[in-house]
């Protein structure tokens, strides 16, 4: 049973919802590494190190510096008096549009709110209400010594909650080297607009792999039994000069075509089967192909 990270209410109104916060997702295909002594290859272990007093530190305390080199300290019992209604619960503050949530700058992490067992309707009420109107709730709460701007909505039968960025945290984009009114040719465009429908997929997160972990284990084994010579990078794939961008796409609609022929384009990522369809039974085709890749 995974454990909470954090309980307290969820105001709807006036209608109050006891919740339970729990981690949404996990790192299970992250490569990590240790820090060794190059001599005796063992673990280097970081000692924690006082500078004025010039000894090891068991335990710290937590400070904030008010001034340059002047702290105030703070324990536990001092941030739970934070004078902030957030604090000790999720108050919603209205609703928004799904698709008026720029989520592409604005979502950090995700996680599952879980109500307590004398909560479940209203809980339920909240949920089939944001699925039905199509509604985000936008929240504030203090999570991890931070107060948070979230964002819930209803996926398969559990509210999500996200954390996300405050404006101010947003950088702007303004000192980029961005097109500016390039035109464009409309023979371009539509070529451009053939292969995105070539390439048109559903999105379904099982067909992809984490591939780099499963190269970096090839590499562990190899090393583990003194044969690295048996690993070698695969070979680049020879480019091909293009003289233009419509001879490049063009060529890229080409090869399109040709791996929807072979059946997909396991190469990429490891994802098996991104067949495009353009007919009105788009799912149809698209579950066929997969089982012909497969």
Excluded at 190 to 208: C, G, I, T
Aim: glycine letters at 6%; a negative charge; one cysteine or more.
């Amino acid at each position: 049973m995974p454990r909470s990270i954090w309980k307290g209410s969820m105001q709807f109104g006036m209608v109050n919802i006891p919740v339970a916060l729990y981690v949404a997702t996990e790192t299970t295909s992250k490569v990590s590494f240790n820090l060794l002594c190059p001599d005796h290859k063992s673990r280097i272990k970081n000692k924690r190190w006082c500078p004025v007093g010039e000894h090891e530190v068991a335990s710290t305390v937590k400070g904030y510096e008010y001034e340059k080199g002047q702290y105030v300290i703070f324990d536990d019992d001092d941030l739970e008096k934070l004078p902030l209604k957030s604090s000790k619960s999720i108050d919603i503050a209205g609703f928004v549009e799904e698709q008026e949530l720029p989520g592409d700058l604005y979502f950090q992490n995700a996680y599952y709110l879980e109500p307590d067992k004398g909560a479940q309707k209203p809980y339920a009420l909240l949920m089939k209400t944001l699925d039905k109107t199509g509604r985000v709730a936008i929240a504030k709460f203090a999570l991890r010594e931070r107060e948070r701007l979230v964002s819930m909505r209803a996926h398969d039968n559990v509210l999500v909650l996200n954390t996300l960025h405050w404006p101010d945290e947003i950088r702007s984009a303004e000192d980029l080297n961005l097109p500016d009114d390039i035109k464009v040719a409309p023979a371009e465009l539509k070529m451009a607009e053939s292969l995105v429908e070539m390439m048109a997929m559903k999105f379904d997160p099982s067909e992809f792999r984490d591939e780099y972990k499963q190269a970096f284990e090839q590499i562990v084994e190899a090393k583990v039994k003194g044969r690295e010579d048996l690993i070698e990078a695969p070979e680049a794939e020879a480019e091909t000069t293009v003289l233009d961008l419509m001879s490049a796409l063009k060529a890229s609609v080409a090869r399109a075509k040709e791996e929807e022929k072979k059946g997909g384009r396991s190469s990429r990522g490891g994802h098996e089967s991104l067949v495009s369809s353009k007919s009105a039974s788009k799912s149809d085709k698209g579950k066929t192909a997969r089982k012909k890749a497969s």
